[in-house]
């Protein structure tokens, strides 16, 4: 009787014993765990649910979990498609992100550092021999 009682403690589960006959048969009646539990509105209480963190920056320099602004660049930058991408880490909060920086084409040079013009005489020293 005493592992029963304790059974019954842990698991909220109760027993009841039906003497209809000379043997004693258990009258297993188990809660319904699955059910919702009902709340009245006074039990509703918001500032008590766990608050969903948000990002709050998406700018270039800034960390977008915490706001800090001192990030550590890690390693050097890699290149995707038409992307430039740097891995950092807030010294702040210690959040982990990448920044990607579109490449745009501007012009093109010679491998003296002319500026190239449409128009303007080639130079052949440019040339690979």
């Not at 766990?50 to 930058?77: F, Q, T």
């Amino acid at each position: 009787m005493k592992y029963l009682r304790i059974f019954e403690e842990i698991t909220g589960t109760t027993f009841s014993w039906v003497n209809d006959s000379k043997e004693k048969e258990p009258d297993y009646q188990q809660p319904n765990v699955f059910e919702e539990p009902e709340y009245d509105d006074e039990d509703w209480n918001e500032e008590e649910l766990p608050k969903e963190e948000k990002y709050v920056s998406n700018e270039k320099g800034v960390c977008p979990a915490c706001g800090g602004d001192d990030l550590n660049y890690e390693g050097h930058p890699e290149i995707q498609d038409d992307a430039v991408y740097y891995q950092w880490v807030c010294n702040k909060c210690n959040f982990v992100g990448l920044e990607y920086y579109t490449m745009v084409f501007d012009e093109q040079y010679t491998s003296e550092g002319d500026v190239i013009r449409v128009g303007d005489p080639i130079n052949k020293e440019s040339y690979d021999d």
